[in-house]
Structures are given as C-alpha cells and as structure tokens.
C-alpha cells in the first residue's frame, strides 16, 4: 500500500517533525492480519533515527487526541465554516460550467435563426451541447451525493485537516514518548 494514496495520506501530513533529529517524520500506513479481519495501524516514523537505530514512532491517533485539547469552540467554528466554504465552491463551479453551456446554445439558436448555420448544422451542434451538459449534470449529482455521504463519515476528519493547516505550526515528537504541538502566530 502506498503512502500517497489520498485515503491513506495522513491529515498531518508534513506537520510532524522528529525531536532528535529536526526531520520531517514520514506517515506510514500498515495493515495487519487479526481475529476480527484487518486492521489498520496508522503511524509517523522518523527515517533517519531508523538507520541510526535510535527508532523514534508515534501513533497517528495519539497525535491526534492531543489535537483536540487545543480545539477550542471560537477555532472550531471557524474551521466549520471554511469546510462549508469549501464545498460549495466546488458545487457552484458545475452550476457555471452549466450556465456557460445554456448561453451556448442559445447562441446556437440565434445563429440558426438568423441562417447564419444551416439546420442541419444547427442540429449537429445542438446535440453535442447537450450530450457535455448532460454528462455535467449526471457528474454533479455524483460529485453532491458523494460529498454528502463523505462529510457525514469523515466530517471530523475534515475538520481536523483543516484545523491542522490553519492553526498547527509543527508536532514534535521525541522518542521518549513527548509530544510538543506549536501553535501559529495568527
Ligand atoms: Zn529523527
């Protein structure tokens, strides 16, 4: 399994650095075998202590209850409205990609009506316009349902991402189990 991969990708990402040697610590995700099917063991581990076996890893989940001491309302407020935010400014780009293909085709009627195209052309045309808006629509309502259904399961993850980038300076773990979070200066 990659480490790349979007679902695998860590929310602190970039943000976790190794107290003994200053490097960033690389997210790794491993599953592993058990009674109750597979489970996921998700973790920071710094490469360098690694090869100098002076092994420093800490789990993902740790990182992440320590988080939710410096989540305070006024921070999470903020951090719910730009998740909204966000959403919708993805769903208004289908809307205009929608309104630009609507004024195409009346622009299209126009020139038909003034026998600036044939009807036949005029028809060609017509259909392509509609077959791409078609298949915009169709994607839309994809994309929303979708974004519905993630934001129920992962709300709290996506919260968390973007409290991590907005307010999260740096995480450094030493390998002795301490763990230090630096909050920016806003
Ligand atoms: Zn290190």
């Known amino acids: 399994m990659s480490s790349e991969n979007s679902k695998n990708k860590s929310i602190l990402a970039k943000k976790v650095f190794c107290k003994e040697c200053g490097r960033t610590m690389v997210h790794r995700v491993?599953?592993?075998?058990?009674?109750?099917?597979?489970?996921?063991?998700?973790?920071?581990?710094?490469?360098?202590?690694?090869?100098?076996?002076?092994?420093?890893?800490?789990?993902?989940?740790?990182?992440?209850?320590?988080?939710?001491?410096?989540?305070?309302?006024?921070?999470?407020?903020?951090?719910?409205?730009?998740?909204?935010?966000?959403?919708?400014?993805?769903?208004?780009?289908?809307?205009?990609?929608?309104?630009?293909?609507?004024?195409?085709?009346?622009?299209?009627?126009?020139?038909?009506?003034?026998?600036?195209?044939?009807?036949?052309?005029?028809?060609?045309?017509?259909?392509?316009?509609?077959?791409?808006?078609?298949a915009l629509v169709e994607e839309q309502k994809d994309y929303e349902q979708n974004q519905i259904v993630r934001s129920e399961e992962n709300k709290e993850k996506d919260i968390l991402k973007i409290f991590a980038q907005k307010y999260v300076e740096k995480i450094i773990v030493s390998r002795f189990g301490d763990v230090e979070i630096e909050m920016k200066k806003l």
């Not at 929608?98 to 085709?105: F, G, P, S, V, W």
């Open 30 to 134: 491993e599953f592993k075998k058990n009674k109750k099917g597979t489970s996921e063991y998700r973790a920071f581990h710094c490469q360098l202590c690694k090869e100098r076996q002076t092994y420093n890893n800490v789990k993902e989940k740790k990182l992440i209850e320590m988080l939710h001491q410096y989540m305070d309302k006024s921070k999470l407020d903020l951090t719910e409205k730009i998740s909204e935010k966000t959403f919708k400014e993805k769903t208004k780009n289908y809307d205009l990609e929608i309104a630009r293909l609507d004024k195409e085709l009346q622009i299209l009627y126009e020139k038909y009506k003034g026998s600036e195209i044939t009807k036949a052309e005029y028809i060609k045309q017509k259909s392509e316009v509609n077959h791409k808006k078609l």
